[in-house]
């Protein structure tokens, strides 16, 4: 993809133009995470928290709903996984398994020793494990 910054002192607020041969899959996730400026709204009692994508180690679907895990917390969200995945950057997200998306610049330690998934720590200790699925993807995006 080629990317193309002008910088205008004369312009009052910052604006993108995508300029591509089809309305793709990726064009609206980079459309999405343009508009949205990576925050998500998280919701605890009652009250709405801005959460940049820097805080999230993972989002998940829990009790029918979709929760954001931070080293703060965790909060609500409205969003469904498949929208948080055209949200999220998808260099620094990863989906891990059908109910589960982690932040891989959280990732503190892998265990791949487990036939057939992948055991991940992320900041503050949390665990969770790759289903089988989506093991070739996570070691594709991690480098490995």
Known sequence: MKVEVRIDPNCGEASAVITAPALTDEVRSLAARLEG????IGWREGNAFPLREEELLRCYGEDKGVRAQTL?????LRERLYELE????????ARISHSEIVHLKQVTALDLSL???IRITLAGGTVCYASRRYVKKIKQALGL
């Not at 400026?37 to 998500?40: A, D, T």
């Not at 055209?86 to 997200?93: I, P």
């Open 37 to 40: 400026g990576g925050v998500l």
């Open 72 to 76: 703060g917390g965790v909060y609500d």
């Open 86 to 93: 055209g949200k999220l950057d998808r260099h620094a997200f």
């Open 115 to 117: 036939s057939g998934t």
